[in-house]
């Protein structure tokens, strides 16, 4: 588990109004389950652990390096994503998809919608070059959905940055409910089951 660095060594943040959305609607469900892709920081483990009633962590970025670095076939990270079908209210995709070439981000969402409960939330995250020229960022959530950038990191994690309607295009078993762009140049999607 990786220790997150104090917000002030962090070089800047932003208040996440996708991730708000996300954290106002899962926090009014008595049982919400929420499950974190990673990179997993003990200060999301706190903060989100605070907020739902289950978390669950599934750091794929770690285990998609590992995979890379050792040579195992690609395409087969979602063997880690063993969970049974409509079991979580919401998921947390950070920049994953922005890893993954297009046959993986495709198996990947598929494999979020059968996870996600009816009317349950994913939000995504991507970075572009104008915030991340060499995506190498991840992100650290602290008090009331700010969002701190900090290093990845993972050096075998190629970054692939998407167009908006790529990306909407790779979620279409989703809703679109939310997009937006902050000044800082991240993006926010925020989707739902329906």
């Not at 974190?36 to 003990?42: A, H, L, M, N, Q």
């Not at 962590?57 to 063993?82: A, E, I, N, Q, S």
Request: overall charge positive; some cysteine; proline content about 6%.
């Amino acid at each position: 588990m990786w220790e997150g660095p104090h917000s002030e060594t962090l070089p800047f943040n932003y208040a996440s109004i996708a991730l708000k959305q996300v954290m106002t609607s899962i926090e009014r469900l008595p049982g919400g389950q929420l499950l974190d892709t990673g990179p997993v920081y003990k200060d999301n483990i706190n903060y989100f652990s605070s907020k739902v009633r289950r978390l669950y962590v599934c750091d794929l970025y770690r285990l998609l390096d590992k995979d890379r670095r050792t040579g195992f076939p690609p395409g087969r990270y979602w063997r880690h994503l063993d969970y049974p079908d409509n079991c979580f209210d919401a998921i947390l995709l950070w920049d994953l998809i922005d890893r993954l070439n297009d046959p993986e981000a495709y198996s990947l969402v598929k494999r979020c919608y059968t996870m996600t409960k009816p009317g349950g939330l994913v939000i995504l995250f991507t970075f572009g070059k104008q915030v991340s020229p060499v995506g190498r960022d991840s992100c650290i959530v602290r008090d009331d959905c700010q969002v701190f950038f900090r290093d990845l990191a993972f050096s075998n994690l190629p970054i692939q940055y998407r167009q908006n309607r790529d990306i909407l295009h790779i979620l279409t078993p989703f809703v679109t409910v939310k997009s937006l762009i902050y000044r800082n140049g991240v993006r926010e999607f925020l989707f739902q089951k329906t």
